[in-house]
């Protein structure tokens, strides 16, 4: 029987699903997460069930012989160097789709209680501020009829764009690196525009692009000089996307009017700046976290690691793998 490590607390439900196929070494309450800790309790193991983090990359491959698969249940792999596992006919898989349309909701969320002022009058009540009402107080931006931007334009992003169009009125701007077929933009209400076009023409822009080498900034000091002041910023993607710096001093200046951020630059720590604005709302990388949507995506990782090490029905097709042809390998 195949031993497998789970580097992250875990439901126990899938604990006990994966014991029925494995000898399963749990990490307790606190993700594994330092490179040490984790080269050591891989060792003689097939498999892991991972998420967001820890890094694994050719290093840790390498110190950990017997590994054949690692199955995430983030859709985002910024952490995983999938061409060094390839090369050691590792299998990956990573858990698309079955969080779009829940991170979607929060990013929808998060961008209107940025442009509402939610948490930042929130913070004025309980401190025991609020003595009277004012025609001005908390006076944010609408919502609805404004115009939304989004950075990116795959699964999620268009969800988010079907929730501006259809429930808020909003006319869609976006750029990605390929153009939505026709059909879909029609269907969206969403029009493609060059980069620089998106960041001055929208009122609300939600970052929604992948994390890689070549979107790391992608949005820093000069793109955010280009927004109108009276914009918001949402940030769903991957923390690195934005210069949390830029975007601090940004924020600090009024150069833009409020953000929203779920994620950030080597989270779990957040760029002090960030804390001592009042014109941020901040999350701690909750985008996909309801109950069922968060069980949906381990119940997925944990299909992956089934059918990657040869057991049961889906034995040697794990349903989301992204290099697949390693099995054939093997």
């Known amino acids: 029987m195949h031993s497998v490590l789970i580097t992250i607390p875990m439901f126990d439900a899938v604990i006990e699903r994966l014991r029925s196929h494995f000898e399963v ?11 040490d800790e984790l080269a050591a309790r891989l060792q003689g193991k097939a498999g892991m069930l991972v998420a967001g983090t820890p890094r694994v990359d050719a290093a840790l491959l390498q110190a950990c012989p017997d590994l054949r698969a690692v199955c995430s249940m983030a859709v985002g792999f910024n952490n995983i160097d999938l061409a060094a596992c390839t090369a050691r006919g590792v299998l990956f898989s990573n858990a698309p789709d079955v969080l779009t349309e829940t991170t ?4 929808f969320a998060l961008m209107m209680a940025t442009a509402r002022r939610i948490s ?18 908390f006076a944010g931006a609408d919502v609805h009829g404004a115009t939304l931007g989004v950075l990116g334009m795959g699964r999620i992003g268009q969800a988010i764009a079907r929730r501006g169009a259809l429930g808020f009125g909003m006319p869609v701007l976006y750029h990605n690196r390929s153009r939505l077929d026709g059909a879909i933009e029609t269907q969206l209400g969403a029009r493609w525009v060059d980069k620089a076009t998106l960041l001055r023409e929208c009122d609300h822009l939600v970052i929604v692009v992948p994390y890689s080498a ?3 900034h992608l949005v ?7 927004m109108k002041p009276t914009a918001t910023l949402t940030n769903i993607a991957r923390g690195g996307v934005v210069d949390d710096a830029a975007l601090a001093q940004a924020l600090r200046d009024r150069r833009i009017a409020a953000a929203g951020l779920d ?7 957040v760029h002090p700046q960030l804390l001592s604005v009042r014109n941020v709302v901040l999350t701690p990388h909750i985008a996909s976290a309801s109950l069922p949507t968060r069980r949906a995506m381990a119940e997925l990782a944990a299909d992956n690691l089934i059918a990657a090490l040869g ?6 097709r794990p349903p989301t793998a992204l290099n697949p042809q390693v099995l054939a390998a093997r």
């Open 25 to 35: 070494e749990t990490c307790g309450e606190r993700a594994i997460e330092t490179p």
């Open 104 to 107: 979607a909701d929060f990013g």
């Open 120 to 137: 930042e009058s929130e913070h004025f009540l309980r401190a025991g501020q609020w003595t009277q009402w004012r025609y001005d107080l």
């Open 214 to 216: 070549a979107s790391h």
């Open 220 to 226: 820093g000091a000069a793109d955010l000089a280009l």
């Open 263 to 269: 994620v950030f630059e080597g989270e779990p720590a």
């Open 311 to 316: 057991r049961g029905p889906q034995a040697g």
